[in-house]
């Protein structure tokens, strides 16, 4: 099977301090893979990592069989402005940006997807509503209405279900059982063990070094997860990146 993403031997610093340490391994095409560490483990810098946002301080990341623009990204909500006066509508049409470009029109067929894309998360008729003017779990609906518009063969989620309610979660995921089904590579962080263990079948256990990356059942053992635990509680976060390797490069 191809991996759209491999990662080898990647370490991701903010200055000299590591936040991801040597991590190896791919993302198989059409995987569905939980990213789950404590506080702090390096989740949110790895996707952003696997964006090209961040440069890498040893190692690579290839992708394989696709562009830049084939991979959607859905950043922490707290990173999100919302202060930007936007409607819902506008900003579901963004995620059309890669087909019709920074400056050019949006397609009839663009908008047309859009209207669409908000009525399957439950969101019709807010299109001219502000964004500024929504709930949490109903911006977060309007995020995955601009994710389905920018149809990406891989999608990159940080913590998609915090701070949602229960019922906007269980339709978010029923959107990313559905990106599954149709065989897109699908990556979340997420922090709830339970989602996780129900939801995707694949986990990256992550405390800034891998602890486990496999089947949900066996990544996510007692030993595993006591093992990610004791890391977090040996962190110094004045160390030093280590001196391994220092091939950096960013395919
Ligand atoms: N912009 C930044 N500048 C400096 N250090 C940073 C920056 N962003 C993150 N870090 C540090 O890098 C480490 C990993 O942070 P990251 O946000 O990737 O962790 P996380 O696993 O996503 O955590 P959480 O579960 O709390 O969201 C932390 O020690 C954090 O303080």
Redesign the pocket.
């Known amino acids: 099977m191809t991996a759209p993403l491999t990662l080898d031997n990647v370490t991701?610093a903010?200055?000299r301090?590591p936040?991801?340490h040597h991590l190896s391994g791919v993302f198989a095409s059409g995987s569905l893979t939980g990213?789950v560490?404590?506080?702090?483990?390096?989740?949110?810098?790895?996707?952003?990592a696997m964006m090209g946002y961040l440069p890498l301080s040893t190692g690579r990341i290839a992708r394989t069989g696709i562009r830049a623009a084939d991979v959607a990204y859905l950043p922490?909500a707290a990173e999100i402005d919302r202060s930007f006066p936007i409607t819902v509508a506008d900003m579901v049409a963004l995620g059309a940006w890669s087909r019709f470009g920074l400056f050019g029109a949006l397609r009839r067929s663009d908008a047309q997807r859009a209207v669409e894309a908000l009525a399957s998360v439950g969101l019709e008729g807010f299109e001219r509503r502000a964004i500024g003017e929504l709930s949490a779990g109903q911006f977060q609906r309007v995020l995955f209405a601009r994710l389905l518009l920018q149809d990406a063969r891989v999608v990159l989620l940080?913590?998609p279900f915090t701070a949602i309610d229960a019922r906007t979660t269980a339709d978010l995921l029923g959107i990313v059982q559905r990106w599954h089904g149709e065989g897109r590579t699908v990556v979340a962080?997420v922090?709830d063990l339970n989602q996780v263990r129900e939801n995707f079948p694949q986990t990256l256990l992550?405390a800034?070094e891998m602890i486990a990356w496999g089947a949900t059942a066996d990544a996510l053992s007692a030993e595993n997860l006591l093992k990610a635990r004791a890391m977090a509680e040996a962190?110094n976060?004045d160390a030093e990146l280590c001196t391994v390797g220092d091939d950096r490069r960013v395919a």
């Open positions: 991701v903010y200055g301090h936040a991801v990213i560490g404590p506080n702090g483990a390096g989740k949110s810098t790895l996707l952003k922490q940080d913590e962080v922090h992550l800034r962190w976060e």
